[in-house]
């Protein structure tokens, strides 16, 4: 082989190792843009779900909004939510505050069983209760203070914070329902009681609650919710299904004229 051709051979082999350390480099580059960028979106990722975990906590309440019916409790603890002169049909809800069910019977059907006592259409009874008191804690915990809590609230701000209750319900297992947050939600809500505050943290409804439970017991009710319809149970395909609840509901007082 000629000088000329080894020279020629040499400058292309050298252009051929360039290129393939050029492609090498561009190769690492835009592996170090891949990894950088899932870093980047599991920072992300990891900061909303701390943000989200937060919020679930000690998020701020806020107060219903709405035509809602007037709201009274009973002596017996019970919330009434109906219009003056209403008093059938009677729709009893047994719920505890730490049931996953009872979060998803009240964002399905919450807002109809609302809007009908508002139209005059039915009365409602609200009976929370301890269900979960065999359980280990935080469950057991969770669903006295809850109850607790519930029942130290007026009846006029009783609703908003049955609400927060539900939207802060801590997930079956984690702590939750602090008196801290317990004590913050009312008076987002507005309750200016000025016992609400002690009433939650030293307990003072547990009495009550136990009698509420009893009472749910003595009902035969085992498990939430627990949806009676002027005495009779409804199945979960009623309780579920907004149409068919209302439909429920208007078949009675349709039968009770």
Known sequence: MSKAARERSARERLA???????????????????LGSVVAVAVIVVGTVLIIDRQGKNGRAEPHTGAVAPLSRQQDGSIVMANAGVAK???????????PICKQFEGTS???????????????VYRPFHLFGQMEDPVKINSLRSAEAALCVPAPQWLSYHDALYKYQPREGDKGFSPDDLVK????????????????????KKPQVDAMTKYAQQRGVDSTPSVFLDGKQLQGGEIMNPGALRAAIEGARAAGK
């Open 110 to 124: 919450g807002d109809t069983i609302v809007k009908l006592a508002a139209e005059g259409k039915v009365k409602v």
């Open 185 to 204: 939600w009312g008076k987002d809500v507005g309750v200016k009681d000025a016992n609400f505050e002690k009433c939650v943290r030293d307990e003072q």
């Open 89 to 99: 049909p009677t729709l009893e809800i047994f719920e505890d505050f730490q049931c």
């Open 16 to 34: 051929s190792e360039r290129k393939r350390q050029a492609a090498r480099a561009k190769q690492r580059r835009l592996l170090a843009i891949v």
